[in-house]
């Protein structure tokens, strides 16, 4: 059985060359998973697509078999979530999700997101200072999806600084401090419980307030009314529960940070190590659009879909997966599938045949990837409008990824956004 590590320096660094070596020996591995157990690891980007669809591949961890998986737990009312819910429960909450998400609401962001970008841009010239140095991921790449997430669900200012912090000890956990982990989801909760109280009390125009009046409005007709602790799918057809709604809410504000941030950054230096393409981009902006998805297949932010257990046995590129067992889906390894892609480790911006699986298929596609994708594309624009000269101020091979397995995130971005340290025009 193949060991897949996350400490290894490769799955870490560069997880492209060790997807391509497994992807061609053969679709699907049996490997051992970071926690030490047994799991199946999908490579090829067709039979990845394929299994992204398949209703038999649950994410409900009810169906794993006895002593299959160990996965980090959350409490009830953070873990009743899209991620671990399949139909009809995962039906209704993304359709009461919708009328509150709705496409006009994201599409409202449009010049907040640049009135934010240029804001931190202004702070990042600052920051530079004489030298011209700074670490974009901690002055542009981070604060500002967690700027706009936190504007979008109405989280006051004061608490955004310890929700990043939260976020971050969830996104990499330290083995050997395992009550850090512990102790910022008990915090990640307390914060969520009493922001939806004081929502409830004094709703304001953003989509937190639109999600209680979603779960209390549908709660009225039930017996338990407002405010009740039921469990998923205890509100039947048309509403949310309590511990939906809190679920909901975190969701929603830890993916909406975690992924684009990484998607930020990967893009950013995507660009600075492809002179030929950064030079594409400056000459034609237009290309934007197209290089946001470029960008997401080449180096996306989640190189694994989240696990799944099979409902009964199932067939995946010839081999056939008893029910009950995790299957990991390369989505790194699918984006790189030359069967799929021509050249597919080249950046291209022009390219045509991107139907990249970077922000996943079917029905758990990602919810927030309209708001992703803008926010994507408006910070990438008003960075380089800002410093045409931006440039790396350390050797690409130098830098460092989280050492996460299902997440392909910097922990720095070290750039120069003014040649030789020249102060500003």
Known sequence: MTPLDPTVKSLISDPYGAYAALRAEAPV????????????????????????????????????????????????????????????????????????FTPRRIAALHAPIERVAEQLLDAVEETAGPSGRVDLLAAYAAPLPITVICDLLGVPEDDRRDFRAWTDTLITPDPARPEQARDAVKAMLGFFTGLIERKRTAPADDLLSDLIAVRDEGAQGGQDGPGAQDGPGAGGADRLSEDELTSLAFLILFAGYENTVHLIANAVLALLTHPEQLAALRAEPELIAGAVEEFARFDGPAPLAIRRFPCEDVTIGGVTVPAGETVLLALASANRDPGQFTDPDRLDLRRRENGHLALGHGIHYCLGAPLARMETALAITALLRRFPALALDTPAEQLRHRPALRARGLLELPVRVRPDGREPA
């Open 29 to 100: 591995h049996r490997v051992l998973g970071p926690d030490g157990l047994p799991v199946w690891l999908v490579t090829r980007y067709p039979d990845v697509r394929q299994a992204l669809a398949d209703p038999r591949l649950a994410l409900d961890r009810s169906h794993a078999a006895p002593g299959n998986y160990r996965g980090f737990a959350l409490p009830p009312a953070l873990d009743a979530n899209l991620l671990n819910m399949d139909p009809p429960d995962h039906t209704r909450i993304r359709r009461l999700v919708g009328q509150a």
